[in-house]
């Protein structure tokens, strides 16, 4: 048995691997594919990567490109997820801020520096003509930090997937003012350049088994319930949530990751560009 270990974040977008390695598709073809969540998010998984703690991370674009381009030893073999991810924008329950506007020259809670919530918080400042040498954090590692420095009052303001911090919203430990959707296609599947020349048979049968997964996801039988009973939502909002997301069984195109280039480069995020070749790798 060849063992490949694999992390993404504890949210809805990643059951259909949950069900796929439930349901022994890997283990059939002689793959114990280890799933490790990490509520810290994409920062959390480039360090993983890195550490070789991981082989295979389910991670938000423009998390994984900037941390490649940082030497991360990793390349994007996949998307997986097509669709914009929809960032909600979060204050306290009793906070003074109740308009988006407000929140200039706050400070950002994010999970770590370089994960989702700290690279989506520039381009937040950038949509709404902050200057963005002006932006503030307070590092809290993950959703249950941030409840607590937005109730204590450590940070002002935090951004995460709309439909993961809806329930908080709902029982009144958050209030959202607003939203923020990428301004591209949100999670890729990035795998090791060791295991990549090591196991390239074993990734290439990783990925024929989660596309045929995803390609029939939205069709199986009450997968809504399934979806909110497993992640702790309301029906409705995983309704809705199935309605707008999309996944993809097919690597990100060239022209995608220049634009995000673009963007992180426009935001001091990156200093250089990396060609597609450097950043993808075809199965």
Same mark, same amino acid.
């Given at each position: 048995?060849?063992?490949?270990? #694999?992390?993404?974040?504890?949210?809805?977008?990643?059951?259909?691997?949950?069900?796929?390695?439930?349901?022994?598709?890997? =283990?059939?073809?002689?793959?114990?594919?280890?799933?490790?969540?990490?509520?810290?998010?994409?920062?959390?998984?480039?360090?993983?990567?890195?550490?070789?703690?991981?082989?295979?991370?389910?991670?938000?674009?423009?998390?994984?490109?900037?941390?490649? #381009?940082?030497?991360? %030893?990793?390349?994007? @073999?996949?998307?997986?997820?097509?669709?914009?991810?929809?960032?909600?924008?979060? !204050?306290?329950a009793h906070s003074k801020y109740t308009n988006l506007s407000e929140l200039k020259n706050t400070k950002? &809670?994010?999970?770590?520096?370089?994960?989702?919530?700290?690279?989506?918080a520039y381009v937040n400042a950038e949509n709404q003509g902050w200057e963005t040498s002006d932006l503030?954090?307070? @590092?809290?590692?993950?959703?249950?930090?941030? @409840?607590? &420095?937005?109730?204590?009052?450590?940070?002002?303001?935090?951004?995460?997937?709309?439909?993961?911090?809806? %329930?908080? @919203?709902?029982?009144?430990?958050?209030?959202?003012? &607003?939203?923020?959707?990428?301004?591209?296609?949100?999670? !890729?599947?990035? !795998?090791?350049?060791?295991?990549?020349?090591?196991?390239?048979?074993?990734?290439?049968?990783?990925?024929?088994?989660?596309?045929?997964?995803?390609?029939?996801?939205?069709?199986?039988?009450?997968?809504?319930?399934?979806? &909110?009973?497993?992640?702790?939502?309301?029906?409705?909002?995983?309704?809705?949530?199935?309605?707008?997301?999309?996944?993809?069984?097919?690597?990100?195109?060239?022209d995608t990751l220049l634009k995000i280039q673009n963007h992180l480069l426009s935001l001091g995020i990156?200093?250089?560009?990396?060609?597609?070749?450097?950043?993808?790798? =075809?199965?």
């Open positions: 048995m060849n063992t490949i270990k #694999i992390g993404g974040v504890p949210e809805h977008f990643n059951l259909p691997w949950h069900l796929s390695i439930e349901d022994n598709s890997y =283990s059939k073809k002689n793959i114990d594919l280890e799933w490790t969540s990490y509520p810290g998010g994409t920062g959390a998984m480039c360090e993983a990567l890195r550490n070789k703690d991981i082989d295979i991370a389910i991670i938000l674009s423009e998390g994984i490109i900037k941390d490649i #381009i940082a030497g991360n %030893p990793s390349k994007i @073999v996949q998307t997986y997820i097509q669709t914009p991810l929809i960032w909600g924008i979060h !204050v306290g950002a &809670a994010i999970s770590r520096y370089g994960s989702g919530s700290h690279l989506m503030q954090f307070e @590092v809290i590692k993950n959703l249950e930090g941030a @409840v607590e &420095a937005l109730t204590k009052g450590s940070a002002d303001y935090f951004m995460w997937e709309h439909f993961t911090t809806k %329930p908080l @919203v709902d029982n009144g430990t958050f209030r959202r003012i &607003a939203d923020c959707p990428t301004p591209w296609p949100c999670f !890729v599947i990035a !795998v090791r350049e060791e295991i990549l020349t090591s196991k390239k048979e074993e990734i290439k049968t990783i990925l024929d088994i989660i596309n045929t997964t995803t390609t029939d996801f939205k069709h199986i039988p009450s997968i809504d319930k399934t979806l &909110a009973l497993r992640y702790d939502q309301k029906l409705e909002d995983i309704q809705k949530w199935l309605q707008i997301t999309e996944w993809s069984q097919s690597n990100i195109k060239s990156i200093d250089k560009k990396y060609t597609p070749e450097e950043l993808l790798y =075809s199965i």
